[in-house]
T-cell receptor, first 114, second 116 residues
């Protein structure tokens, strides 16, 4: 049972463009939604995270939009750069005793072309 | 400051063998989590240890076991290896268990296990 569905699987964006990755979750007990960036040969690194008490969070060129009623959240990368080329994972956690583990989406491979 | 250190970086084992993977958390971090990342997929939770106690276990068979030592380092053991165990095994450390504000999880670069 996949509790966090991520799309698209891959994404090609022109330099300077906006990259948008979407995730949907099923478990209404989730209360923390991080995004991770992973480069080849490295572990995932936390990019930005949001909790359901806000609908949007912005950090530099990265923005999370959160829609609690639709159980969806998305990552927007503004002014995408070739250095942003990586695999991005959304994740979710929360719900009392299960709040020690992250449930990840399947990932989106982003390629930013010059 | 050193990040999360995992060893070995790469490993090739034969079906049926046993493997031990090691993780040293960031200094001062008392919680270690293990994740399995199969090629092309997101990481899947295996275990979390906090203060040497198992806090949680994911949906993995009993062939998988782990422990945490007094210095907070951790080992992941996998017995009777199957081809399907081939994956990147990631360790993440954090100050404490859970995802309260300010308690970030830092992943290591992982151990790439290949079972032949």
């Amino acid at each position: 049972q996949q509790q966090v569905k991520q799309s698209p699987q891959s994404l090609i964006v022109q330099k300077g463009g906006i990259s948008i990755i979407n995730c949907a979750y099923e478990n209404t007990a989730f209360d923390y939604f991080p995004w991770y960036q992973q480069f080849p040969g490295k572990g995932p690194a936390l990019l930005i995270a949001i909790r359901p008490d806000v609908s949007e969070k912005k950090e530099g060129r990265f923005t999370i939009s959160f829609n609690k009623s639709a159980k969806q959240f998305s990552l927007h990368i503004m002014d995408s750069q070739p250095g942003d080329s990586a695999t991005y994972f959304c994740a979710a956690t929360g719900g009392g005793a299960g709040s020690y583990q992250l449930t990840f989406g399947k990932g989106t491979k982003l390629s930013v072309i010059p | 400051d050193a990040g999360v250190t995992q060893s070995p970086t790469h490993l090739i084992k034969t079906r049926g063998q046993h493997v031990t993977l090691r993780c040293s958390p960031i200094s001062g971090h008392k919680s270690v989590s293990w994740y399995q990342q199969v090629l092309g997929q997101g990481p899947q939770f295996i275990f979390q240890y906090y203060e040497k106690e198992e806090r949680g276990r994911g949906n993995f068979p009993d062939r998988f076991s782990a422990r945490q030592f007094p210095n907070y380092s951790s080992e992941l053991n996998v017995n009777a290896l199957l081809l399907g165990d081939s994956a990147l095994y990631l360790c993440a450390s954090s100050l404490v268990s859970g995802f309260a504000q300010g308690n970030g999880y830092t992943f290591g670069s992982g151990t790439r296990l290949t079972v032949v």
